[in-house]
């Protein structure tokens, strides 16, 4: 992909930057390398394509965007399913603990988890649940198709190959399992996800798809399997897909809506609305049979991915008064780290102009799934102690993406309290200035302990779903890293 782009206009070119000249007086300079960094969940995977938002051709954009619908039909489903599984859950246990007011055995081979007082679940609820049902096993056809471990697998093996492709999150049960996201199995990621969506040859039946039935005829003796009939094409299992989201469209919305079921969610903490990949508040206009997905759909949408992801594009400068154009090819790579694969990380740090590190402020008051007694915050602090004391990122830039802001400021304004979960917080305003003033301080104060040499970093706020702002702050990067490139160059 090639961009014109007025920050390189204005960047005029020693002699010395020169390393190649076609007989188009064509320049190309040195590549860019840039690593994007950061714990799971915070966010890489939308950067990484909001940098393809901005720099891809508009037809290559379209096109991938296209194959971006089951993905985000899978979001939702997954979004529904989760909803489904803790209503019903609430629903057992307040049945149980009805029977044993009445006297009668407890049964022991129920969930253990305690009724929720107070709330009054109808026929309405069960019926909800009973129809949606279905649903379970179109996420995972969906996650067939898409080529995802399912859900279902444990892992309690926590020295696993840390970039192992079939590799899950460790110790994590399944009804907590249905809050991550699975892993891609194939090494690219997401892309190859896409590229076998649109390459997708005549499908085979499966045995998880076999068994859905039309929601709409499930009742009568001649339903038929959704996906039994022999459909080629992948228009055809998406329209398939859709169908059955757009037959259950109402009950959908129904149970988003049920105060009781908001209730449930809030009780037991489960904010499904700051999960990536949400879309319940959009559930009706993607369970339309012509849904399509818009640029915001693609950046929010959400898959799970392992090992390393390159995206690589090149930007080139409009001709200057001699006639000369110059070109450069950026090369940015989305790393999936973890503490016990440092040694695999480090490896792509050689030769890094930059680093962008994302910590989302929003999971001050969440636990690292496989170490409870870790919070999520804690582990941004400790990842970004250790690039910053990285030896081989001495010569690189630090760019610090304090991310998820939106989140941060929903979670405040419903009361939440940081001091609670950070002590060190102490009696400061719960606000979303004093708290971001708060964080950034904190990160600062590492990279000034931490750092081999004292050298500046760049710090901006950023919330992940605003696509505008974070094309203007990607810019403003852009520019920092090109400038200090070029201020290399000049220096040979």
């Not at 990122?393 to 991310?403: F, Q």
């Amino acid at each position: 992909m090639v961009i014109t782009t007025s920050a390189i206009q204005r960047n005029k070119p020693s002699e010395g930057a020169t390393t190649h000249k076609s007989q188009h007086n064509r320049i190309t300079r040195t590549p860019v390398k840039l690593l994007l960094l950061g714990q799971s969940g915070s966010g890489k995977t939308t950067t990484l394509k909001h940098f393809k938002f901005t720099y891809a051709h508009r037809d290559e954009w379209a096109e991938e965007r296209a194959a971006w619908r089951p993905v985000v039909f899978l979001n939702l489903v997954r979004n529904i399913n989760l909803v489904v599984e803790h209503l019903s859950a609430a629903m057992l246990n307040d049945k149980l603990a009805a029977t044993a007011t009445d006297g009668s055995p407890k049964d022991t081979t129920s969930p253990s988890e305690a009724p929720l007082p107070g709330l009054k679940f109808t026929d309405e609820h069960q019926r909800l649940c009973t129809r949606l049902q279905d649903l379970v096993g179109v996420q995972l056809d969906l996650e067939r198709r898409l080529g995802l471990a399912p859900l279902e697998i444990i892992n309690t093996d926590a020295d696993a190959a840390p970039l192992d492709p079939e590799e899950a999150e460790p110790g994590i049960l399944v009804s907590e399992k249905r809050e991550e996201e699975s892993f891609n199995h194939w090494k690219d990621g997401w892309k190859a996800a896409l590229g076998r969506l649109q390459t997708s040859t005549p499908r085979e039946e499966s045995s998880c798809s076999a068994s859905l039935t039309d929601p709409e005829n499930s009742g009568s003796s001649d339903s038929k399997p959704l996906f039994a009939r022999p459909v080629g094409s992948r228009d055809s299992w998406e329209d398939d897909i859709a169908g059955t989201l757009n037959s259950l469209s109402e009950d959908i919305k129904l149970l988003w809506q049920d105060s009781t079921v908001q209730e449930v969610l809030e009780r037991k903490s489960v904010w499904v609305q700051n999960m990536p990949g949400f879309f319940l508040d959009d559930s009706v206009s993607i369970a339309s049979r012509d849904y399509r997905p818009a640029d915001e759909d693609v950046l929010r949408a959400h898959i799970r991915t392992v090992g390393i992801q390159e995206l690589k594009f090149t930007i080139e400068s409009a001709p200057d008064e001699d006639g000369r154009i110059f070109v450069q090819n950026w090369y940015m790579y989305e790393v999936a780290i973890k503490r016990s694969s440092r040694a695999v990380w480090y490896s792509y740090f050689d030769d890094a102009d930059a680093v962008l590190f994302l910590a989302p402020l929003s999971v001050f008051d969440e636990k690292v799934p496989d170490e409870p007694r870790m919070n999520r915050l804690e582990e941004s602090y400790l990842f970004w102690g250790n690039l910053c004391s990285c030896d081989l990122l001495t010569r690189s830039h630090l760019i610090l993406l304090l991310n998820k802001c939106h989140l941060l400021d929903a979670k405040l304004k419903r009361g939440i309290q940081i001091r609670d979960s950070v002590p060190s917080y102490g009696t400061r305003a719960n606000d979303f200035q004093t708290a971001t003033k708060y964080f950034q301080q904190h990160f600062k104060e590492i990279a000034r302990r931490k750092s081999p040499v004292q050298r500046p970093f760049y710090m901006h706020l950023t919330s992940e779903i605003n696509s505008k702002s974070t094309a203007v702050i990607m810019g403003t990067i852009e520019e920092c890293i090109l400038r200090e490139h070029l201020r290399r160059a000049e220096m040979i």
